[in-house]
């Protein structure tokens, strides 16, 4: 394979893969009191987005690699 063909096929499933997901999420702990035996920890849920545009500029940046690619060939 040749490394475009290779790059469009990422392109194109970074693109899937943000159109599915819309975004990527974590959990953090913090100690909140730490008094001897006892602590008190709090989970905090934080979500990085993934706006539908840079899905779709992955998307068809990879569909027009692609394209480009095989008609070199």
Not at 6 to 23: R, S
Not at 27 to 46: A, F, I, Q, R
């Amino acid at each position: 394979m040749r490394m475009t063909t290779i790059v469009a096929i990422l392109l194109i499933a970074i693109g899937l893969i943000a159109f599915g997901y819309h975004g990527f999420t974590y959990t953090t702990s913090e100690n909140v009191v730490d008094l001897g035996p006892v602590k008190m920890t709090k989970e905090t849920t934080k979500t990085i987005p993934f706006p539908p545009i840079v899905g779709a500029v992955a998307l068809v940046g990879g569909i027009v690699l692609l394209v480009v690619g095989r008609k070199k060939s």
